[in-house]
């Protein structure tokens, strides 16, 4: 954060860009975002003054002239017209959106439950990225911080907190022919688990989607990973893990190696150290970026795990 001074000095980049090509203003408008230049006018973006910024609007304004576009830089005073305080309420203004739009993120996540180590690290490397460009201390950076941490809070924290005594056993026999719940919109660990239900527990298990803090149980189903249910986190597992602990599917290698990266990528305690697991990983919050219905989430993600369980399977003493 820069400290304001009662007469602060700023550097401007005037520019004027050709009409072809026309995808060269878009490609320029995003370069200045991503310094964290603020618009005076339309081609007159500034910069509180220092050689991180002199550098970056040098780079840009070569950029420009390369491009058959003319630019010219310019370091001085706000003399008459706008006032440093409105400058800086202009770059406070486009940080609080960026914090914003991090708070929104995060408070989507916690609806759905604790987020994957993934999709917090995700949301930390934008934080830290708006934070750099965050000159003047926006306001807006409480909200973020607060969100971002819950969300770490919640990494840590088993869905099923609050249960008041373990889980009744239940035997293999007794998990097919029946309806398991879970809440609605399944990411890592609940789309690993289900395809683990579907692939090695029960072929016709029904899958049911709920919000956990108003859902009731009902005869003839089973929860996995949420408050209360039968198979969810224990100890330091995931509830794939549980899974294939309590359906006495431990000796399955392939299995194994696969409750190690769901693990990795739904805990991120550091346990686990598979080379495959940024892969997973990729492949999961594609099909979460591709499809908002737990079903089809399921569907698309079961293809890829059945190819990493045959990979796994294969090397049997791959760890």
């Known amino acids: 954060?820069?400290?304001?001074?009662?007469?602060?000095?700023?550097?401007?980049?005037?520019?004027?860009?050709?009409?072809?090509?026309?995808?060269?203003?878009?490609?320029?408008?995003?370069?200045?975002?991503?310094?964290?230049?603020?618009?005076?006018?339309n081609a007159v973006h500034v910069l509180p003054t220092s050689e991180a910024a002199q550098a970056a609007f040098?780079?840009?304004?070569?950029?420009?002239?390369?491009?058959?576009g003319e630019a010219t830089l310019?370091?001085?005073?706000?003399?008459?017209?706008?006032?440093?305080?409105?400058?800086?309420?202009?770059?406070?203004?486009?940080?609080?959106?960026?914090?914003?739009?991090?708070a929104d993120a995060?408070?989507?996540l916690l609806d759905t439950g604790p987020a994957s180590g993934q999709d917090i690290a995700k949301l930390q490397r934008r934080l830290a990225d708006v934070e750099a460009l965050d000159f003047f201390g926006a306001h807006g950076r409480q909200d973020a911080d607060a969100a971002l941490a819950e969300l770490d809070r919640q990494r840590y924290q088993h869905p099923d907190i609050g249960r008041s005594?373990?889980?009744?056993?239940?035997?293999?026999?007794?998990?097919?022919?029946?309806t398991w719940v879970t809440r609605r919109g399944v990411h890592v660990d609940r789309i690993a688990c289900a395809w683990l239900i579907r692939r090695f527990v029960d072929p016709q298990a029904v899958f049911r989607f709920v919000d956990a803090k108003t859902h009731v149980p009902e005869p003839g189903e089973l929860g996995f990973d949420m408050a209360d249910a039968?198979?969810?986190?224990e100890e330091d597992r995931c509830s794939f893990e549980t899974i294939v602990l309590r359906a006495n599917l431990s000796e399955n290698s392939g299995l194994s190696a696969l409750g190690e990266i769901i693990h990795e990528l739904d805990i991120?305690?550091?346990?686990?150290?598979?080379?495959?697991?940024?892969?997973?990983g990729a492949m999961l919050s594609g099909v979460c970026a591709s499809s908002?219905?737990?079903?089809?989430?399921?569907?698309?993600?079961?293809?890829?795990?059945?190819?990493?369980?045959a990979f796994f399977s294969s090397r049997k003493a791959d760890r």
Not at 8 to 30: D, E, G, M, S, T
Not at 74 to 96: I, K, N, P, T
């Open 1 to 41: 954060m820069m400290t304001t001074t009662d007469s602060a000095i700023w550097l401007a980049l005037l520019h004027q860009l050709p009409a072809k090509p026309p995808y060269l203003r878009v490609k320029i408008w995003r370069r200045l975002q991503a310094i964290g230049a603020v618009p005076l006018k």
């Open 58 to 68: 040098h780079e840009l304004l070569e950029e420009i002239v390369a491009s058959g």
């Open 74 to 102: 310019l370091e001085g005073r706000l003399l008459l017209g706008q006032s440093d305080g409105e400058v800086r309420a202009l770059f406070d203004a486009a940080r609080d959106a960026d914090y914003a739009e991090i």
């Open 106 to 108: 995060a408070r989507r």
């Open 165 to 178: 005594e373990p889980a009744a056993a239940i035997e293999p026999a007794d998990l097919t022919g029946r």
């Open 230 to 233: 039968e198979f969810t986190h």
């Open 268 to 280: 991120a305690d550091g346990k686990f150290a598979r080379p495959e697991t940024a892969g997973v």
């Open 292 to 309: 908002d219905d737990d079903l089809e989430r399921i569907a698309r993600a079961s293809d890829a795990l059945d190819q990493f369980y």
